[in-house]
């Protein structure tokens, strides 16, 4: 494993090719925000033929000739949604452009004041969120939901990771979740342990993680709980150990001997963080730990 301090974000080469002023104004915004690097393509400039993602408008594609087959155009057109723009530029460059994705997982630190949100597509990091206002937290998770379901035939997969620390704000979070997706296919919804989530610090350099919340809606993330249903999740919750013996405080992995100095964990909150490794594997490399005896 390579060392953390080697680490850089391998965001694939993004350019720009735009005289519209209007969509360049919107898009340098938005990138320079979520701090994406990019390049601006000026008229007559060769095309990149390495592996690259070029930004465009519809009416400006036709400009642009003997495109090379690894080059990825991501067309804007005046009619699409903007911020679901934005989130197809995020998906491309961070994870991997895709026709269609297949799984979004959300993982959730539901505290009093506010609202940490991790979001995982096809398995792979994609954004943070701290919501302020619950009202907004439906919002926030149809607003990728939309986005990645939109022409895709196939339903969406939809994985919600709630931490159990708070456990009024909990409920009705879930109470939200089952409200609004209670007739979806595809969904599976998990009560997570999220004891000593708060104190673990998360060394991201790469600055993505911009609070409390999001640092342990992260921790949330690389830990199982135990699968929950509108019928059972007010049990589950009430009778703890007593309801079932897979209970979600059950044999979770423990992050807590290695919270402020080990180098594994950084590294593996720095390869999620980076998408060098997918949710799954990380949660597989720390229970492999943990099961012998590295106490994580």
Do not use: W
């Not at 999620?272 to 490399?285: F, G, P, T």
């Amino acid at each position: 494993m390579a060392n953390i301090n080697n680490y850089n974000l391998s965001y694939k080469p993004l350019y720009i090719y735009t005289e519209n002023l209007n969509f360049f104004y919107k898009l340098n915004k938005e990138l320079k925000r979520l701090n994406i690097d990019f390049e601006i393509l000026y008229t007559g400039r060769k095309l990149p033929t390495l592996s690259s993602i070029v930004l465009t408008t519809l009416d400006e594609i036709k400009k642009l000739e003997n495109i090379p087959e690894k080059l990825v155009i991501l067309p804007y057109s005046s009619t699409d949604n903007f911020n679901h723009y934005i989130l197809e530029i995020l998906a491309a460059v961070k994870i991997e452009f895709k026709d269609f994705y297949s799984e979004l997982t959300f993982s959730i630190d539901p505290g009093t004041t506010h609202i940490g949100i991790i979001v995982f597509l096809d398995d792979f990091y994609l954004h943070a969120h701290t919501i302020y206002e619950k009202e907004l937290f439906i919002e926030t998770i149809n607003k990728y939901i939309i986005c990645f379901q939109k022409k895709n035939l196939n339903l969406l997969r939809l994985n919600f990771k709630i931490g159990s620390g708070v456990i009024p704000i909990t409920i009705d979070l879930l109470k939200k979740i089952f409200s609004n997706f209670e007739n979806r296919k595809k969904m599976k919804v998990y009560l997570v342990d999220e004891a000593k989530s708060s104190k673990i610090k998360i060394q991201d350099k790469f600055n993505l993680i911009k609070s409390k919340h999001e640092s342990s809606a992260l921790i949330i993330a690389m830990r199982k709980g135990i699968e929950v249903n509108i019928r059972n999740y007010l049990k589950v919750i009430k009778y703890g150990n007593s309801y079932n013996q897979n209970y979600y405080g059950k044999d979770e992995i423990s992050f807590e001997p290695i919270m402020e100095g080990s180098v594994k964990l950084k590294e593996i909150i720095s390869r999620l963080l980076n998408d060098d490794i997918s949710l799954s594997k990380s949660s597989q490399i720390l229970e492999e730990y943990n099961s012998n005896s590295f106490d994580i």
